[in-house]
């Protein structure tokens, strides 16, 4: 069975630019999560898709953004780039809530 | 607000030496706690499902513990492929639902 996939696995970006990451779930999950790993502040969460719609949000700003297609892959958004949104970008698929959740390699986005 | 804590923060153990790592939480109704390996440059890798105080699991040299206020991942006779970082996270049924990770616990086997 494939695993999580993510698009690119790394990109680099001009502070202002805006940048798209897309997340291929594994077959048959239908939640997809966004996180953001930094060393200072661990995995944070971003959002949650369930059946394209949003369901959960974590504490980010407006700039991040994402959506989810009807194949349940999922792409998210990040406009007007800044330095602090350097990191590496996960995401996880599951079955639906409370089910384990598997991750893929992520996207280490480097903005200058 | 939830909050997850791992101790400790980095461990070094000689190859063969058992150990355990904490997490402790505070959070409002737990539906679920994981444990997580992760590997340098990588994604995180499932490792355990707890649901309820008193419930183990194992899986080859680890096993995870639940109580009420925190979580126990033990690692018997560590081989150097072990070394990892460990993280715990939460799932809770209060409010706006999602996983709260810890910061994890860098575990260092020496051969």
């Excluded at chain 1, 996939?5 to 202002?16: A, D, N, S």
């Amino acid at each position: 069975k494939a695993g999580v996939t993510q698009t690119p696995r790394y990109l680099i970006k001009t502070r202002g630019q805006q940048v798209t990451l897309s997340c291929s779930p594994i077959s048959g999950h239908r939640s997809v999560s966004w996180y953001q790993q930094t060393p200072g502040q661990g995995l944070q969460f971003l959002f949650e898709y369930f059946s394209e719609t949003q369901r959960n949000k974590g504490n980010f700003p407006g700039r991040f953004s994402g959506r989810q297609f009807s194949n349940s892959r999922s792409e998210m958004n990040v406009s007007t780039l800044e330095l602090g949104d350097s990191a590496l970008y996960l995401c996880a698929s599951s079955m639906d809530r409370a089910y384990e959740q598997y991750f893929g390699p992520g996207t280490r986005l480097t903005v200058t | 607000e939830d909050q997850v804590t791992q101790s400790p923060e980095a461990l070094r153990l000689q190859e063969g030496e058992s150990s355990s790592l904490n997490c402790s939480y505070t959070v409002s109704g737990l539906r679920g706690l994981f444990w997580y390996r992760q590997d340098p440059g990588k994604g995180p890798e499932f490792l355990f499902t707890l649901y309820s105080a008193g419930e183990e699991k194992e899986k080859e040299r680890l096993k995870a513990t639940l109580t009420k206020k925190e979580s126990f991942l033990h690692i018997t006779a560590p081989k150097p492929e072990d070394s990892a970082t460990y993280l715990c996270a939460v799932w809770t049924n209060f409010g706006n639902e999602k996983l709260t990770f810890g910061t994890g616990t860098r575990l260092t086997i020496i051969p």
